[in-house]
């Protein structure tokens, strides 16, 4: 009886997860809401979805709120810099579907591109922030370094990202009916997901002694 409810049973095991998830999740929108803390919410996220995803001991959310606190300086250059790239993008390929015609055709393929190459390096941005110390500039050219040397694994990122945004612009009565799961659970799994396959990449960094 007593290995039915041990931590290694893998249903409370799952169950553990999902209540984590879900509570960092509802903290993460919430602070998210002025906007401007985005970058340091998505930050304190990954700060500990990194090591949650790698089973590691901690606290999870005084670890958030230390994380939140200590990269909300340092995040709000790249939190503007990412809203800025998506207001432009995402109203300009909203603009162009409408119009008729191969050149249509071909700016709004132009869009698309250039949404997942922005979200490709962002897609590191904020976990390379949680992991490491390092300047907005630096920040930046070590995620795009990453996201084209591990271009396979950075597609999935995109996908991951993406899919709920296009979802939302393209598929309204689809992203309406999935409402409780953005809620409870879109930004905390889709860490959760990118930090399994961010891990290893910073262990590899890490072994070889570059940042």
């Known amino acids: 009886m007593g290995r039915f409810f041990s931590e290694s049973n893998p ?15 509802l ?15 998505t930050t304190a996220l990954y700060t500990v ?18 994380a939140f606190k200590s990269n909300f300086k340092q995040t709000v250059p790249l939190t503007l810099i990412y809203i800025l ?12 579907r409408n119009w008729e015609g191969t050149f249509g055709s071909f700016m709004f393929g132009f869009c698309m ?12 941005v904020w ?36 899919v709920p ?6 598929v309204p009565t689809v992203f309406v009916a999935l409402t409780m799961f953005w809620i409870l659970g879109v930004g905390s799994v889709t860490a959760y997901v990118s930090s399994k396959l961010i891990n290893p990449i910073f262990d590899e960094l890490m072994n070889s002694g570059e940042e």
């Open 165 to 170: 945004w296009f979802i939302f612009l393209f």
């Open 11 to 25: 249903f409370f095991s799952f169950m553990g997860l999902v209540f984590d998830l879900v509570m960092m999740n």
């Open 113 to 124: 591109v250039a949404i997942m190459v922005a979200q490709g390096v962002f897609s590191y």
């Open 85 to 96: 790239a998506a207001a432009v993008l995402v109203s300009d390929m909203i603009i162009i």
């Open 127 to 162: 976990p390379l922030q949680a992991k490491f110390e390092n300047t907005v500039k630096g920040t930046l050219a070590n995620a795009g370094r990453i996201a084209i040397v591990k271009l396979p694994r950075t597609a999935i990122l995109v996908v991951l990202h993406v």
């Open 27 to 41: 903290i993460w929108l919430v602070c998210c809401i002025p906007v401007i803390t985005f970058g340091a919410s």
């Open 49 to 66: 979805m990194l090591r949650r995803a790698k089973n590691e001991e901690g606290y999870m959310v005084r670890g958030f709120f230390s």
